[in-house]
């Protein structure tokens, strides 16, 4: 199974301010015939289920802000939130869909300090 | 407006069982791979099962293998996860999630219901 590592556990940053979360994968999932990266990004705010934010590594999906990007490629990927807003309170999960069983990183609880 | 809303969940004793259904709408529900994914209330999620659109193709986690059967009817728009001999560790929220891509493809989730929770407790 392919492991997924996020850091960090947790995040406190200021309002307007810049969040880093990083995933690491413990193999590649990058598919070489179409240079894609199968790694998604998800939010899950309090009492709500996940929602998706970004695929393909750095795919925004239709409504989400542009202050959300995604970088990375074959094992290291990075969820950037710029301007840090206070309904960006959440926890974030990583998750590749390169093989079954998908699996999921241990997720990252954004807090505003 | 599409939607997912899943349904049948509850207490149950260790052993038991308890079937889980998730009714689609709003997209063509049989061009679609769906999958299961859980959540242990405050802990992480975790993938569970996944079926592909006709059915006939269908993959779970070691934790469930065994115990757990994915399903659907696409007439009428369901999907359902079977689950046997329950544990104490397979109480959490239950998600039906949509595979985005359609077809032959199965990618990210792209579309989640708002969960049923199933507690295995005696």
């Known amino acids: 199974d392919i492991v997924m590592t996020q850091s960090p556990d947790s995040l406190t940053v200021s309002l307007g301010e810049r969040a880093t979360i990083n995933c690491k994968s413990s193999q590649s999932v990058l598919y070489s015939s179409n240079n894609k990266n199968y790694l998604a990004w998800y939010q899950q705010k309090a009492g709500q289920p996940p929602k998706m934010l970004i695929y393909w590594a750095s795919t925004r999906e239709s409504g989400v802000p542009d202050r959300f990007s995604g970088s990375g490629s074959g094992t290291d990927f990075t969820l950037t939130i710029n301007s840090l807003q206070a309904e960006d309170v959440a926890v974030y999960y990583c998750q590749q869909y390169y093989t079954t069983p998908r699996t999921f990183g241990q997720g990252t609880k954004v807090e505003i300090k | 407006e599409v939607h997912l809303v899943e349904s049948g969940g509850g207490l149950v004793q260790p052993g038991g069982s308890l079937r889980l259904s998730c009714a689609a709408s709003g997209f063509i529900f049989s061009d679609y791979w769906m999958h299961w994914v859980r959540q242990v209330p405050g802990k992480g999620l975790m993938w569970v099962s996944r079926v592909k659109t006709d059915g006939g193709n269908t993959g779970y986690a070691d934790s469930v293998k065994g115990r757990f059967i994915i399903s659907r009817d696409n007439a009428q728009n369901t999907l359902f996860l079977q689950m046997d001999s329950l544990r104490v560790e397979d109480t959490a929220v239950y998600y039906c999630?949509?595979?985005?891509?359609?077809?032959?493809?199965?990618?990210?989730?792209?579309?989640w219901g708002r969960g049923t929770l199933v507690t295995v407790s005696s």
């Open positions: 999630a949509r595979g985005a891509g359609a077809v032959s493809r199965d990618w990210h989730l792209d579309l």
